[in-house]
């Protein structure tokens, strides 16, 4: 079937400009996580949904991020007026359950430039 | 705050020997261990998931213990090939997110 899915897959903008990032989930999966994967930091987690709500928003790192999801399918992560830092891969990932013996699978990313 | 290493950060063998793979992590307190491939530009695919009431999970060459009170997990890989050579990421989970090490990028040459 098909897998989690992101768009899009490469994103260059300009300082300042606000840019909306996409992520279709597997069909079912009630859970949805957004990751950040940069060369200087790693892998960090961003956000988490189950269903439409965010239990925990702890890991975006400035109130210029900020994400949704609707009908407990696609997610958009919103980063307003980007900066050079905010250049990375941003990963999303599922998982069927809340069950803590789901695991998340992940889509292919994008990449975020800002110039 | 979780903190998870992985050692060695970068390996190279030659094919057909076996790989070994490190993890630790600082918390106990975890629900389950997942490691990952990633491919230079791709995502992540997941290989195996250890819960943590499990010591090991196997899959095909792949097998992975999990010694969840000294926060330790190890990845082997039997009879490598080149197409192993990739980076592989460890990670923990515990309050729904993932706490993942930097990786180990893994070269098999042929």
């Known amino acids: 079937g098909a897998g989690v899915s992101q768009s899009p897959s490469n994103k260059v903008t300009e300082k300042g400009k606000d840019v909306e990032l996409r992520c279709d989930p597997i069909?079912?999966?009630?859970?949805l996580y957004w990751y950040r994967q940069s060369l200087g930091q790693g892998l960090e987690f961003l956000i988490y949904f189950q269903g439409n709500s965010a239990p925990d928003k702890s890991g975006l790192p400035s109130d210029r991020f900020s994400a949704e999801r609707t009908g407990g399918s696609v997610s958009t992560l919103t980063i307003q007026r980007t900066q050079q830092e905010d250049s990375a891969v941003y990963l999303c990932a599922s998982t069927l359950t809340r069950d803590r013996a789901s695991e998340q699978y992940f889509g292919p990313g994008t990449r975020l430039t800002v110039t | 705050k979780q903190e998870v290493t992985q050692i060695p950060a970068a390996l190279s063998v030659p094919e057909g020997e076996n790989l070994v793979l490190n993890c630790s992590f600082t918390?106990?307190?975890?629900?389950?261990l997942q490691w990952f491939r990633q491919d230079p530009g791709k995502g992540l695919t997941s290989l195996l998931l250890?819960?943590?009431?499990?010591r090991e999970q196997t899959s095909g060459r792949l097998n992975a213990s999990l010694d969840k009170s000294s926060g330790r997990s190890t990845l082997y890989i039997a009879a490598s090939q080149p197409g192993d050579s990739a980076t592989y990421l460890c990670a923990v989970e515990d309050d729904y997110k993932l706490s993942f090490g930097a990786g180990t990028t893994v070269t098999v040459r042929a």
């Open positions: 250890i819960q943590s009431s499990q």
């Open positions: 918390d106990s307190a975890i629900y389950n």
């Open positions: 069909s079912g999966h009630t859970a």
